[in-house]
């Protein structure tokens, strides 16, 4: 009930997480990151899914490096192993 997707930058504010999902393109990435780093609040953890990407390529430009994590899913699941440590 909590999780809520937009399309918009209103209410940004208000997160303690947000993931920016789409596809692998540091070019892409670097300025949809660097727009919720404006908005949201300064202990915000900001997500990005990556599969072959450092996350620092990714935040590079953005105001939040040090509050920015990688995420990766597999896809498709059905032909990935995974490995728990």
Request: some cysteine; glycine content about 8%; charged content about 15%.
């Amino acid at each position: 009930a909590r999780v809520e997707t937009t399309t918009a930058w209103e209410g940004f504010g208000e997160c303690d997480l947000v993931i920016a999902a789409m596809v692998e393109n540091v070019a892409a990435k670097q300025p949809l990151f660097a727009e919720p780093a404006k908005v949201v609040r300064p202990d915000c953890v900001l997500a990005s899914n990556t599969s072959a990407m450092p996350i620092w390529e990714v935040v590079g430009t953005a105001t939040c490096p040090g509050r920015a994590i990688g995420q990766h899913c597999f896809t498709p699941v059905s032909r990935l192993t995974v490995v728990g440590v």
